[in-house]
C-alpha cells in the first residue's frame, strides 16, 4: 500500500509529503489565490509519469549493456476547457544520451515500460490519450 500527507499551509499552498519521508510544497496561480510557491497537481501528474517511464527506460537500458550518460523526458500534457480541466491527452518525448545506444534497445525499452511497467500511465490509462517517441543523441 502507498501512503501519503498533504496538510494545508496557508493560502493555496499546501506540503504533501509521503511514506518515504520526502516532501513536495504544491501552491496555486496567483491569479487564483496561490502565491505561486510550489508545484502545481497537475504538473505532478505529468512529473510522476516521466519518473516513472523514465525509471523504467533506464533500468531496462542498463540491463540491455546501453551506455546512457544522460535522459530527459518531455512531458506535454493537454487540458480539456471545461472543469473538472482533466488531461484529455499526453504526450512523452524520451532523449537518450549516451555512446552506440541501439535503436531497437531503446525501442523495446520505451515500449516496455509505457505499455507493461509504469503504474503512473496505467493509471492514467483510460482518462487521458497517451502518446510517446524517443530519439538518440551520440556523445
Not at 109 to 130: D, N, P
Request: charged fraction near 30%; proline fraction near 1%.
Amino acid at each position: 500500500m502507498s501512503e501519503a500527507k498533504v496538510t494545508y499551509v496557508d493560502g493555496l499552498q499546501f506540503v504533501g509529503e509521503a511514506a518515504s519521508g520526502h516532501a513536495i510544497v504544491m501552491d496555486g496561480d496567483i491569479e487564483v489565490g496561490g502565491r505561486n510557491t510550489g508545484t502545481r497537481p497537475m504538473e505532478l501528474l505529468l512529473i510522476g509519469i516521466g519518473g516513472c517511464s523514465g525509471m523504467d527506460v533506464v533500468s531496462i537500458l542498463k540491463k540491455k549493456k546501453q551506455e546512457v550518460r544522460g535522459l530527459e523526458i518531455k512531458v506535454n500534457g493537454q487540458k480539456a476547457e471545461n472543469y473538472p480541466k482533466k488531461f484529455t491527452d499526453i504526450d512523452m518525448e524520451f532523449i537518450i544520451r549516451g555512446k552506440n545506444i541501439a535503436e531497437e534497445a531503446v525501442k523495446k525499452a520505451v515500449e516496455l515500460s509505457m505499455e507493461k511497467y509504469c503504474s503512473v500511465k496505467a493509471t492514467l490509462e483510460g482518462s487521458a490519450k497517451i502518446t510517446w517517441s524517443w530519439k538518440i543523441v551520440e556523445e
